[in-house]
């Protein structure tokens, strides 16, 4: 007979809810003056520009559907879904 562990078992009791993703990629645009991003952190959509700081957050590339953004000593690979 199996036994669960008590962790499983509490994990078992809690609901199901959305993922948190605190920083969403809504769009990535280029232009002669070079790369942008639009991005949701909790709720507030902020606009990047290449190697320009705002609000704690570095856009640091973009490729096809996706950006890299550093916040603190964090890199973020966001990915447009």
């Given at each position: 007979?199996?036994?669960?562990?008590?962790?499983?078992?509490?994990?078992?009791?809690?609901?199901?809810?959305?993922?948190?993703?605190?920083?969403?990629?809504?769009?990535?645009?280029?232009?002669?003056?070079?790369?942008?991003?639009?991005?949701?952190?909790?709720?507030?959509?902020?606009m990047l520009?290449?190697?320009?700081?705002?609000?704690?957050?570095?856009?640091?590339?973009?490729?096809?559907?996706?950006a890299m953004?550093?916040?603190?000593?964090?890199?973020?690979?966001?990915?447009?879904?």
């Amino acid at each position: 007979m199996a036994s669960t562990n008590t962790l499983t078992a509490q994990a078992a009791t809690i609901p199901a809810s959305t993922l948190n993703r605190p920083l969403t990629l809504l769009g990535i645009y280029t232009s002669a003056n070079g790369a942008r991003a639009l991005v949701r952190k909790n709720g507030t959509n902020i606009m990047l520009d290449q190697d320009h700081p705002s609000d704690g957050l570095t856009l640091m590339g973009t490729g096809d559907g996706w950006a890299m953004v550093a916040e603190g000593d964090t890199l973020h690979r966001l990915v447009i879904s």
